[in-house]
């Protein structure tokens, strides 16, 4: 068959043009996006730009009050006519400081719930693995920490003073133009040019060190976990100074952002003073004007240069958020960048359905009967072709294997054979391009990866192993397990006797990814995990892969033994041990181009013969 003839299938199709796309671009710049994530929490929020408003309000006309009042006390008038006043500047000075305190509360809250949906989406989104493939470790976290954070800068800081400065100011600005029509006007024309014109400029300005900022900051937390993790190689290879400089280099360039954004920012408060006081300047001399002229009071002439004054109060602080919007946006963007990643699996049809039971051998799961018509039991893999995008060679093509329940199979061949592929297939953290794979008769792609891979797992060619004790790693595939059966999953892939040899048993820390036990203990580890999760297939990927030649031989003879009566697929370029297993495959370029047992193939003339004798 022509490689390229291979018709996909719709699951396959899916997942490959998810797979094709870059991080989904949806057009919308992503500062309205997050805003749209605090869509759900509307009404908190316009509650808070209402309280927001009541707060700077209350201070212009507390200012106001406070300055009729003392221009008004300076003509000698009867107390009774200032006992308003006096009752109003007590009112707006308690309102001024509940009101805010209300504003925080309300806007905070309604921005850390937000923040937490935001986390929990990305978190999910980081469940389904193909980020945390796509991103270096450093980057992600600062993605995870400092991008996710942007959200909530923007929605505390850059939503609701705004909204609550046009309400308040505009306010002000009509009440000023009441009073007197120039002055009114010289504060509309001042507050525009202060609360929109600068912002506007120095979000501008803001712009290119704000995008960088969120890059450079994670540069800075990628060369530092390379740096930290890397540490014994690099120093082993003399090469820790430049990763040192790596550091320094990332963090100058952080530094000389920082600098030019306190810049900007200084400009944004210098301009907004500057405008504040020729604002302030220029009601005083239009109502000077109007009181010479005798069209306007000297009380009402206090009254509106303090207000003119105070109004200024309120767009003081929008400069330095209009700066913040440049690395919001970028943070906002590297956020998206985590949410956009397209899945590798096409999602199943029916969410959340389960895996017929094994007993079932299909048809138990009120399914159409295609994934369990004829069902076998076991897994049996049809017709199986991958390929990483339209333009790849094929990864695997055509291939057809079996494992019946019970039996244990070897899938080997060369570098590059496409094994992995078929791991990450049967994981289902692939989708197949065409063919099927079926476990017990159903059709793996119709059911969650999460369904499947508590069905079908295994050891990866490198397991993590958590920084935690022996106990916890283990419990992290059944939590409900007492220490019988832990005890009994060690036995079996012995690694009880290393185990209760340590200092503190079960409760030995392990250390940062498994690092106090040696590379043969930490496999023999991980298939105790996945033997206590009771799967129905275990998959050993190259389980041996890093493993020294001594120890190999050892630990493949062990886990084999190990996963006696299990279902078992081992994938391996190694041929040691494999006369105990019930069928081999020989993959070459994505095909399956030998089966049979150890001793078959050894006769045979092929690719395995010429293996065994190297
Ligand atoms: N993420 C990927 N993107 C593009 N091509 C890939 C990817 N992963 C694997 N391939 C290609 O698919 C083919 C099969 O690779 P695979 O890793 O499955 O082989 P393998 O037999 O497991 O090799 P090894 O033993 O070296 O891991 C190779 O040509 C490889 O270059």
């Known amino acids: 068959m022509s490689g390229d003839s291979i018709p996909q299938s719709p699951a396959g199709a899916a997942a490959q043009a998810g797979h094709d796309a870059r991080p989904a671009a949806p057009g919308r710049d992503p500062l309205w996006r997050m805003i749209a994530l605090a869509r759900p929490r509307s009404s908190r929020f316009v509650l808070g730009v209402v309280l927001g408003a009541l707060a700077t309000g209350s201070g212009v006309a507390l200012l106001g009050v406070a300055a009729w009042l003392i221009a008004r006390a300076a003509e000698h008038p009867p107390i009774t006519a200032l006992s308003i006043a006096v009752v109003a500047t007590r009112a707006l000075g308690i309102s001024r400081g509940v009101t805010r305190y209300l504003e925080r509360l309300v806007t905070h809250d309604a921005a850390f719930r937000t923040l937490a949906d935001v986390r929990v989406r990305v978190y999910q989104r980081l469940a389904r693995t193909e980020p945390v493939r796509r991103f270096r470790s450093g980057d992600l976290v600062s993605r995870l920490v400092s991008d996710t954070d942007a959200t909530q800068d923007l929605l505390v800081r850059g939503l609701t003073p705004p909204l ?52 450079a900051r994670g540069e800075l937390a990628t060369a530092l976990v390379d740096t930290l993790y890397g540490a014994p190689d690099l120093v082993a290879y003399g090469a ?16 000389r952002i920082a600098r030019r954004d306190a810049a900007v920012l200084g400009f944004g408060a210098g301009a907004v003073s500057l405008i504040t006081g020729l604002t302030v300047w220029g009601t005083l001399l239009l ?88 069902a076998v039991e076991g897994l049996r893999v049809r017709s199986l072709s991958v390929r990483y995008g339209p333009q790849e060679p094929w990864a695997l093509k055509g291939v057809d294997l079996g494992v019946a329940p019970g039996s ?93 040899a340590m200092p503190r048993g079960l409760d030995t820390e392990v250390g940062s990814h498994g690092m106090r036990l040696s590379g043969g203990m ?79 193939l050894a006769d045979q003339d092929g690719w395995y013969a010429r293996a065994l004798r190297v």
């Open 240 to 255: 820790m100074d430049r990763a040192v400089a790596r550091v320094n280099d990332a963090d100058e360039e952080l530094t």
């Open 408 to 500: 244990t199979v070897a899938v080997v061949g060369p570098s590059g054979a496409g094994k992995s592929t078929l791991a990450a297939v049967l994981l289902r953290f692939r989708d197949p391009d065409d063919g099927t794979v079926e476990l017990d008769g159903a059709d793996i792609t119709r059911y969650d990866a999460d369904e499947v891979r508590g069905a079908v797992t295994g050891v990866p060619q490198d397991p993590h192993i958590f920084a935690s004790t022996v106990r916890e790693n283990l419990r992290l595939a059944a939590p409900a397990s007492d220490d019988d059966r832990l005890w009994e999953a060690l036995e079996r892939v012995r690694l009880a006797g290393d185990v209760r």
């Open 287 to 374: 109502g000077v004007a109007a009181v010479e002229g005798g069209s306007f009071s000297a009380v009402s002439l206090a009254v509106l240069v303090l207000t003119a004054l105070a109004a200024f109060e309120i767009v003081a602080p929008l400069p330095a958020v209009a700066a913040r919007l440049g690395s919001i946006r970028a943070g906002g963007e590297r956020l998206f960048g985590i949410l956009d990643t397209p899945p590798e699996v096409a999602p199943p049809p029916e969410p959340g359905r389960r895996l017929p039971s094994a007993e079932g051998s299909g048809g138990t799961d009120g399914s159409d009967g295609s994934d369990s018509g004829g």
């Open 522 to 600: 930490r496999q023999r580890l991980a298939l105790a995990r996945a033997l206590l999760a009771a799967p129905r297939v275990l998959v050993l990927d190259e389980p041996t892969a890093h493993l020294d030649p001594d120890t190999r031989d050892a630990v493949t003879d062990d886990l084999l033994t190990a996963a006696e009566g299990y279902s078992t697929l081992l994938i391996t370029h190694d041929l040691a041990g494999l006369e105990r297993v019930d069928t081999v495959y020989v993959v070459a370029e994505g095909e399956v181009v030998q089966v049979g047992t150890h001793e078959e």
């Open 164 to 215: 609550a400065a046009v309400l308040t100011g505009g306010s002000a600005v009509v009440f000023c133009t009441v009073l007197l029509v120039p002055g009114g006007l010289a504060l509309g024309a001042g507050l525009v040019l202060a609360g929109l014109a600068v912002p506007l400029f120095a979000a501008a300005l803001g712009r290119r060190p704000g995008q960088r900022q969120a890059a």
